[in-house]
């Protein structure tokens, strides 16, 4: 994301600048897992200081301690210079330390302003909601957070939602405050605004700590980093000026990473994946997809682009059987396999890597050789007569065992016992080893580290090559730009338009167009001002 | 005329039983707590303030010990429920069973005590002259009636346009957000549920004490608690639409009973009255909405849909993975 250049640092965030927090030593258990294994962590007055880490190493349990959520094993918190043992998040929100959760925790039958007023001691009984309404909308006009305050929170995209949350700590008086992964749900335009507000707290005298796995944002927004590496502090508080990229991603994964991924040139074949004008609803009865058209050619990956929520989700079931569609049709090879079974789709070459690995990707409690057979068991040589032949299974399951570098005692392992890496290994070797035409895969990097993020990649690379048909669906944008060969981008149930990525990767420009695509304007729309502004 | 007049006049009234056990209830699950004891509850409060009333002559202090004992009893469900994070159905089940041994054994020799002063009864000066409605709704009714006329909008206006029911509101929409504001999640639901208690209680010595009065064991109430859960989901959590419900379902009730007393019907020989079986049919009505209101209303869509407390049934544990 090269177009997010730091624009400021705050000279107030000198060496000896006024302490706000400082953690000392904590340790927190959870059954199986220590998630923070003596962690030190000093916040300065007036700065932005980013926690970086990979997913799970521990960035939310040390977040969720500070904010009173959790009670450490051991450790001492400091905030202001005082000792605080805070026993729920009341009394750190009473310490002016508010958390904006990865989910937010907004109510969404409830109005803008009574989340913000929910918890607090005024009004004392009657809800005057015109009074507040009026309070809340010029708190939001002074930071620069557009929002609605009648408008009630379900109504509200993912951006304004957490504008609320942002507003929340605000009204509370919160001058220490803590966002976890909160660019996740943000197109690339959003992040921008969210930047600016966070600069503008700062300049009134707030500090914020800023919890994110992005290299490219922490260097953007942080003036210092402290990097976390399985529970511990591999890197504290360095000035975010005087480091690296490289150094960060060796701090946070342990060994070089290196960012280039080896995509073979391609021309792309037969059609493979015919979507055409589909209509489905979602499980509240919503429409969900409206009209959305899109192909995919053998040998190409074509990446989906969108916020979360904007019908991502029903395509890959309505394409892979799980889900009818109420109009229109889906093709695959020239035959209809909407609205059929799911088991048509797999007898027809479809795999798909679903977003939810242990609810539809896996049985947890069954064996990795159950999991791994679960598309193959109907025919032989599995299938002897209608029974299982277990010896057959249990080779091939090693083999994919060795060749997917699945790491677990024996293939009779229940998968729940899987870390999510492995898991994920699991699946793929499945859906990989049924040789399919077309692939839908679903998120398949979220909450993986980058070791095993870099083993999809190459796999779904792979796959390419091979000739299969790609329909990558993800919310990491520089995943797709990096991946695909053209990037469709769905809002609200439509196709807002096309990106072909040429042999010379993503540019900044195509970033804004994506990102704008993302927010709801149609290409045409882009195009034509572009060519305006032009004349 | 008259006749229907006299049917809607008492089906106020016996409506009123319905509308406290279906508001008490609405408390509950707002907050997120389904009860299902709410049948339970209702015998104790029938009972105890009928033998209260027995004992001392007092009917408002029978009613006052009724919703304090069915009230108590609402905290076993919620200690099962929210403290120990069981299965809510089960235990609710377990609370109805409950309370109906308690009272059962405890009610023995009741209804052969002698006589007990009611609760008083009144009209209202001018809106009782009101043709038609005036008779039905403000002459000769118990004061619990008029209670329960001014109880649904006080319902309403502290659910949706107060701080408290704010907080409610949150808690059983999503706890875990009320919990990262400081809002104590398991002391406001803990609450609720006795309300919800205090209110069945209140149902049952309604029962007992004005509407049908006098102690007929599990009788009393007749599965009247178990509309009262039906009507929860039927009202949508809504008070005013429970109002409703409530009084619609009393009116029923009432026309069931009343319709098999004539021997002639509208100038026709009255089958209710000749063929007992059309008169067991019709007693069946109200249970079999009631059965066909919970299976449709336990289906997780369905009750998305009709606007259901999100998190309702489901116990909050704080810090929760996926929180
Ligand atoms: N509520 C919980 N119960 C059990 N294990 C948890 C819980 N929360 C986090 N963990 C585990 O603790 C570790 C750290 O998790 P977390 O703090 O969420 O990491 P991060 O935010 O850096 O991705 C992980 O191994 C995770 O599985
Ligand atoms: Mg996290």
């Known amino acids: 994301m090269d177009t997010l250049e730091r624009k400021t640092t705050n000279p107030s965030v000198a060496e000896g600048a006024t302490l706000f927090v400082e953690m000392n030593g904590i340790v927190k258990r959870f059954p199986g897992v220590l998630a923070n294994d003596h962690v030190d962590f000093v916040l300065r007055h007036g700065e932005i200081h980013a926690l970086l880490g990979e997913n799970g190493a521990g960035k939310s349990t040390l977040m969720n301690v500070l904010a009173g959520l959790y009670r450490p094993e051991s450790g001492t918190i400091l905030v202001k210079g005082k000792v605080v043992n805070f026993s729920s998040p009341r009394d750190a929100i009473k310490a002016g330390i508010g958390m904006i ?45 557009k929002v ?98 490289q150094e960060l991603a060796r701090q946070m994964v342990g060994r070089e990473v290196i960012f280039h991924l080896d995509k073979k040139l391609n021309t792309p074949g037969e059609i493979v994946l015919e979507v055409e004008d589909v209509c489905a609803e979602n499980d509240k009865g919503l429409q969900a997809l409206n009209g959305l058209s899109l192909d995919v050619r053998a040998g190409e990956i074509v990446g989906l682009a969108g916020v979360a929520g904007n019908g991502q989700r029903e395509l890959a079931q309505v394409i892979t059987g799980l889900r009818r569609c109420t109009d229109g049709c889906v093709i695959l090879n020239g035959e209809v396999i909407c609205n059929r079974s799911a088991l048509v789709g797999i007898q027809r070459g479809v795999s798909h890597i679903p977003e939810d690995r242990t609810g539809v990707g896996t049985a947890p409690d069954l064996s990795v050789t159950d999991n791994v057979i679960m598309k193959q068991y109907r025919r032989p040589p599995i299938a002897q007569h209608g029974m299982l032949n277990m010896q057959v299974a249990t080779k091939f399951a090693n083999e994919l065992k060795e060749s997917y570098d699945i790491i677990v005692p024996n293939v009779e392992t229940p998968v729940r016992l899987l870390s999510g890496g492995n898991l994920q290994r699991v699946i793929l070797a499945r ?105 | ?61 029978g009613v006052l010990v009724a919703m304090l004992a069915a009230g108590l009893l609402s905290q076993i469900h919620a200690f099962i429920a929210i403290t120990l994070q069981a299965d809510q159905v089960v235990s609710g089940l377990a609370l109805t069973f409950l309370g109906a041994g308690i009272s059962l054994v ?80 398991y002391r406001l639901r803990y609450l609720y549920v006795f309300i919800g208690g205090v209110l069945a209680g209140l149902a049952g010595a309604t029962i007992s004490l004005a509407v049908s009065p006098g102690w007929f ?104 993975r996926g929180l």
């Open chain 1, 101 to 145: 959760h990865q989910h937010f925790m907004l109510v969404p039958s409830q109005t803008v302003t009574e989340n913000i007023l929910l918890g607090l001691d005024k009004p004392r009984f009657r809800l005057q909601l015109n009074e507040y309404d009026h309070i809340v909308a010029d708190l939001s006009e002074r930071f620069g957070l």
């Open chain 1, 148 to 245: 609605e305050p009648r408008a009630k929170v379900w109504q509200l995209s993912v951006g304004e939602q957490q504008r609320v949350e942002i507003l929340k700590m605000l009204y509370r008086g919160t001058d220490i405050l803590i966002m976890d992964e909160p660019t996740a749900v943000l197109a690339p335009q959003e992040i921008e605004d969210l930047f600016k507000t966070l600069r503008a707290m700062v300049a009134e005298g707030k500090s914020i700590i800023f919890i994110s796995h992005k290299l490219h944002e922490v260097m953007a927004i942080a003036d210092r980093v402290t990097v976390l590496r399985k529970g511990k502090v591999t890197a504290a508080g360095l000035d975010a000026r005087k480091t690296t990229l």
């Open chain 1, 431 to 535: 859906e990989i080893s049924g040789q399919p035409s077309l692939m839908v895969a679903v998120q398949p990097t979220r909450g993986l580290d980058v070791g095993a993020i870099e083993g999809v990649h190459r796999l779904l690379l792979s796959q390419r090559e091979s000739g299969a048909a790609i329909l990558l669906i993800s919310e990491e944008l520089e995943e797709l730009l990096s991946l695909s060969d053209r990037v469709y981008v769905i809002y609200e149930g439509r196709i807002m338009g096309e990106v072909k990525i040429g042999a010379g990767g993503s540019s900044p420009e195509m970033i804004d167009t994506v990102g704008l695509m993302m927010t709801g304007t149609p290409l045409e729309q882009i195009r034509k001002g572009e060519a305006e502004r032009n004349v």
């Open chain 2, 1 to 61: 005329m008259q006749a229907i007049i006299n049917i809607l006049q008492a089906g106020v009234a016996s409506g009123t039983v319905l509308l406290f056990a279906t508001v008490g209830e609405l408390f509950a699950e707002r907050s997120g707590v389904l009860n299902l004891g709410v049948e339970g509850m209702m015998l104790i409060g029938a009972m105890s303030g009928y033998s209260v009333a027995l004992a001392t002559g007092n009917p408002w202090l």
């Open chain 2, 106 to 185: 405890l009610g023995e020799g009741l209804s052969k005590a002698g006589t007990v002063s009611l609760l008083p009864s009144a009209s209202i000066p001018l809106l009782s002259q009101i043709p038609f409605l005036g008779p039905i709704f403000f002459k000769e009714q118990s004061y619990l009636v008029y209670i329960g006329y001014l109880f649904v909008p006080m319902a309403w206006y502290y659910i949706n346009r107060t701080r408290p029911g704010m907080h409610l509101r949150a808690v059983g929409e999503y706890p875990a957000a009320a919990d990262a504001l400081g809002i104590n999640v």
């Open chain 2, 217 to 320: 064991s599990e009788m009393t109430t007749g599965g009247q608690g178990w509309i009262a859960v039906g009507l929860v989901i039927f009202a949508q959590w809504d008070p005013f639409r429970a109002a409703v419900g409530s009084y619609a379902f009393g009116a029923l009730r009432r026309l069931i009973l009343d319709i098999q007393g004539p021997t002639m019907l509208l100038g026709m020989r009255n089958p209710f009255y000749y063929n007992p079986y059309w008169g067991f049919f019709l007693q069946m009505l109200p249970y079999a909405f009631t059965i066909i209101v919970l299976v449709i209303g336990s289906r997780e869509a369905v009750r998305k849909r009709l606007g259901a407390p999100a998190a309702l049934g489901n116990p909050y544990i704080r810090g929760e």
